[in-house]
């Protein structure tokens, strides 16, 4: 366990695979703050999006507490990650993730996310992991001139992958530099960056940041009848289905027993490794 006190760390930090359990804890996510700038993209920053994390993460067992993550690089600069984590079975709980494309990089492995503040503009939760976002504030931010907002790229490849981005009791708002632009900037919930991409909203409340189609298209019509995007019980001025894409892969999900699938004891195995932690967590849908 490493004690971070309160302050501004302008650094780049690896905790590579053989640094096993390692607990940051710091003084609260508006005050112990990790911060870096290295971008991909765009304006030629010069670091692939791997490697432009301020924070990257693959030693097994990893938790945070209380700190941000931040990445600085700016709209401009496109590809900027904040946070990225191939930890498996990595847990962050009331930790802050800012940044504006590419904020929190989901790479890999099992990992479970509570009491969360998430900023960012494009795919600003992307990545492969078998991931659990739950109790989390999600806050889309304003993105450069023509540009629409996507909060998840989910990137399953292979449909035998037991992957997916799932978001739970959560909620979905515009920041706020993006509220006084609102009319002007379309927000979806995510879009293919593979062909079975997954992810799944569930009891959560959508402001009306929303758009009413709900996800976005790739590229054409990549992937859009091999996804698997779903709907269960979300709530709020943008969570209405009446308008959403008519995608064969999206669905609204109306059974408990399909929801259950993408639940914390489903689809993390929270039984072999959460409760342990003490990290608190709803097991199923409420």
Known sequence: MIYIKRGLYEENLEIGNNLKNIMLVGDGLKHTIISGSKSFGCSGGGYSTFNSATVAVTGEGFIARGITFRNTAGPKKCQAVALRSGSDRSIFYRCGFVGYQDTLYVHSQRQFYKNCHIYGTI??????????LQNCMIFARRPMHGQSNAI?????????QTTGIII?????????????????????????WKEYSRTVFMCTFLDTLVDPAGWLEWDGDFGLDT?????????????????????????????STEASMFTVENFISRD???????????????
């Open 123 to 132: 795919d600003f939760i992307f990545g492969d992991a078998a991931v659990v």
């Open 168 to 192: 739970q009791n959560s909620r979905v708002m515009a920041a706020p530099d993006l509220v006084p632009v609102l009319s002007k900037v379309k927000t979806f919930l995510g879009r293919p």
């Open 152 to 160: 998840t790229a989910q990137s399953r490849a292979n449909p035998n």
């Open 227 to 255: 996804l698997y995007y779903g709907e269960y019980n979300n709530f709020g001025p943008g969570a209405s289905t009446s308008g959403r894409v008519k995608w064969g892969g999206y669905r609204v999900i109306n059974s």
């Open 272 to 286: 072999l490794w959460l409760p342990d932690t003490g990290v608190p967590f709803t097991s199923g849908l409420y």
